[in-house]
């Protein structure tokens, strides 16, 4: 696992249907003739644009692509217009960050940066500039849009009102959510085993030293983060505070992109660094990670440990609070009173996992819960945490929320929420009814025949 902090990026899907999008690319090159189709302000929206979204995006579209994919660039350029007017603008900073992750995921699906260029029939630097074209428009549209429901305000009353009448089965379903705390030991490791790691990184950065093998190679081979070994150990641009503290104090005091770092030491494991480019208060690099290993008597010996502690807690010689904070690994949650919080993609950090995201969080986690009463406390088991480490731990069942239809009382939250969108969305519909009076549309005849999502495109 790269040494990254946790980010929120934008929701993208995986681009599995690159060789689509390939077809596509191969058609344009036996001379389909392409053709305006829409005109918004002074901004054309092509055929081939529309055709490209279509193969991407496959079978997320809802109707008719022909219908909603240009209605989506149409209102996008009403953002971009906007934006431009009220001077919101995004840094390349914060799209190249997504532009990184996007031509990653590229490359890793394609096998390598040559397959990817051979594929898209063009060069990495014209498939760079269309996906960072491609996230600041998007990025920029958003921040517009954001701006235009900046002050939508939703209060408790609002939200009891809108409610308060709606027929039990028009409500929200809410699905089980449970809460979790957790005590965790990470088994011990012999010195041995961390000289042999450092051993190994030693070697290969004596190899790449010599000439002998590549860097990129070796992490290929070598690597123990599956995100960047099959790029040959490359990441994204980062800045010092997206890496691992111990990670980033050594990779940005790198100044030669020859050398090879010393061992770096993390929460995922050691490393060796090689510096690729820097950029402003951002760098790229590659690097090997290794983990040592876990022998399986340690492991027994955590779980022994853990046994004990379940026994004092049971006994009531201690609280599992208190038990937390005293003896557990885990300085995610030690402070937290054992409890285990779900950072969400959205940004929103809660207590509260569906079993789903339970399951993506550690499927061994789950499964332990699963079985668990409100109140009763697992047996030691193993599980990989967000580090890609094995650890040993048991759990507790703090709360269980099984399915229901939302209500005020238990999920006034989520209730707020969809009112304060509902009220958003109101905003954007007159924001684009008057935008569309008063900016310049015109549309091919032969896709006019839409049942689009605002009226008034068709004039």
Known sequence: ?????????????????????????????????????????????????????????????KGNPYCVIPEQLAIQKLFLHQAVIDSISVTDAEVNQYVEQDINEKILMAGSKEKLEEYMKMPMVQIREEVFDMYKNELTARRMREQLTEEVKVTPAEVRRYFKDLPEDSLPLIPTQVEV??????????????????ALLRDYTERVNSGSTSFATLARLYSEDPGSARQGGEMPFMGKGELDPGFASVAFGLTDTKK??????????????????????????????KRPEVAQADIDSALVVLDSVKADILGGKVTFEDAV???????????????????????????????????????DLARMVEKLEVGEISKPFTMINTKGKTVCAIARLKNRSMTHRASITEDFQVLKDIVQEKKGEEVILKWIHEKQQSTYIRINTDWTDCDFQYEGWVK
């Open 1 to 61: 696992m790269m040494p990254i902090k946790p980010i929120s990026p934008m929701k993208r899907h995986s681009l599995c249907l690159l060789a689509l999008l390939c077809s596509l690319l191969s058609m344009a090159q036996k001379n389909v003739i392409d053709e305006v189709v829409w005109v918004v302000g002074d901004e054309a929206i092509l055929r081939s644009e529309i055709e490209k979204r279509r193969l991407e995006y496959g079978s997320q579209i």
């Open 325 to 363: 904070r005293l003896g557990s690994d885990d300085k995610d949650t030690r402070n937290n009173r054992g409890i285990l919080f779900n950072n969400k993609e959205t940004g929103e950090t809660t207590t509260r996992f569906e079993m789903s995201e339970l399951s993506d969080y550690s499927s």
């Open 181 to 198: 705390q957790l005590f965790v030991l990470q088994p011990r490791i012999p010195q041995s085993e961390i000289d042999r790691i450092k």
């Open 260 to 289: 090879v770092s010393k061992i770096a030491q993390s929460e995922f494991g050691f490393h060796i660094i090689q510096l690729i480019e820097k950029r402003g208060d951002k760098m790229k690099c590659r690097h090997i990670l």
